[in-house]
């Protein structure tokens, strides 16, 4: 385990045993999201390499984010 993480570790162990389960899952779900992600990405450069990948309108992308997400 690297330092970072078993100091992270040292300090939740001397927190109530509340937080420390609330902290264990949310760090379970942030490893799953981001195996998710791995995942994803792997999926997305398999589909690249064997050419189903399309041109990027990026005006066109930012346009969407921006009317998904309410910011104009």
């Known amino acids: ?6 100091r ?3 300090e939740v162990a001397n927190l ?16 799953e999201r981001l195996r998710n992600l791995r995942t994803d990405i792997t999926s997305g450069i398999q589909s ?9 309108d990026t005006e066109e992308f930012l346009r969407r984010a921006r009317e998904q997400h309410g910011r104009g």
Do not use: F
């Open 1 to 6: 385990m690297v330092k970072t993480l078993e």
């Open 16 to 31: 109530p045993e509340s937080a420390q389960e609330k902290i264990g899952q949310e760090l379970l779900a942030h490893v």
């Open 8 to 10: 992270a570790i040292a």
């Open 48 to 56: 690249l390499d064997a050419g189903a990948g399309r041109e990027l």
